[in-house]
């Protein structure tokens, strides 16, 4: 039976600032937590598990037995940060990763992407594409919010993401070629494909502050037929990562 205490330990995990300084983070559903718990750089925590899932994954199971606790359906219910929780929640430590470096590989930048889906999904087109760093402005959505974490699919392990002053970062990284998506650049399939950059991705409605314009190198576009004012900012990733890289 779960104590109260760790019912609302786990409900305060919903908060940043005690997921910063627990150095944590909650998963949901045997889809993530299962690839979540095959990640070498990330470590479980404690899980919380339906008999179902125990059943279903005896392996996993009897791997983690002391950091496993069985609940049932409704307290499960109670500590879920989902509408319809799915079998299991895994609290893990929050991924370690080598040192930052953009030279010699393609990193994408994010200003201001707000909505938690946008930016999870982001992580996972980064994933698909190779793409194993994320610089985020520090509005960005927070990584590891459960949306967020949800909609990463696991991807969350893979890719590592940073908090910066987008202007700081630009400055001192000006020796590697800044690319930006914009609605009036160069046409996208103009370009090779690339071995080195930052792809620069704007807010959902704004796009890109102009400060952060002015200083890239080359701005490029998707071209489109319809008359939509605008590709959503997940979708124009893909797209642009499936081109350059």
């Known amino acids: 039976m779960l104590m109260k205490s760790k019912i609302k330990y786990i409900q305060s995990l919903s908060q940043k ?3 910063e300084q627990e150095g944590v983070f909650v998963a949901e559903g045997p889809k993530i937590v299962g690839e979540i718990l095959q990640a070498p750089n990330t470590e479980l925590e404690q899980i919380f598990a339906t008999r179902k899932w125990i059943l279903q ?3 996993q199971a009897q791997d983690f037995e002391e950091k496993l606790m069985e609940v049932n359906d409704d307290e499960l219910k109670r500590i879920s940060f989902l509408q ?14 080598v040192p930052f470096n953009v030279t010699d590989k393609v990193s994408l930048m994010l200003d201001a992407i707000q909505d938690p889906g946008n930016l999870g999904t982001i992580v996972r087109c980064a994933d ?3 793409v194993q760093q994320i610089i985020c402005s520090r509005d960005c959505a927070d990584i590891f919010s459960s949306k967020v974490v949800q909609s990463t699919m696991g991807s969350i392990c893979r890719v590592q993401v940073i908090y910066e002053d987008l202007l700081s970062f630009i400055q001192s990284h000006s020796n590697v070629l800044l690319y930006a998506a914009t609605l009036k650049g160069v046409d996208l399939s ?4 690339i071995q080195e950059g930052i792809i620069l991705i ?3 409605s704004k796009g890109i502050q102009p400060e952060l314009l002015s200083m890239v190198d080359h701005q490029i576009t998707i ?4 008359n939509a004012e605008s590709l959503n900012a997940a979708i124009a990733t893909g797209i642009i990562l499936s081109h350059l890289i």
């Open 223 to 226: 071209p489109g037929k319809g």
């Open 84 to 97: 319809s929780p799915n079998m299991v929640l895994g609290i893990f430590k929050q991924p370690v990763f």
């Open 17 to 19: 600032k005690l997921r």
């Open 190 to 193: 103009k370009y090779p494909n």
């Open 128 to 130: 698909w594409f190779g």
């Open 57 to 59: 994954n005896p392996l």
């Open 202 to 204: 704007g807010n959902e």
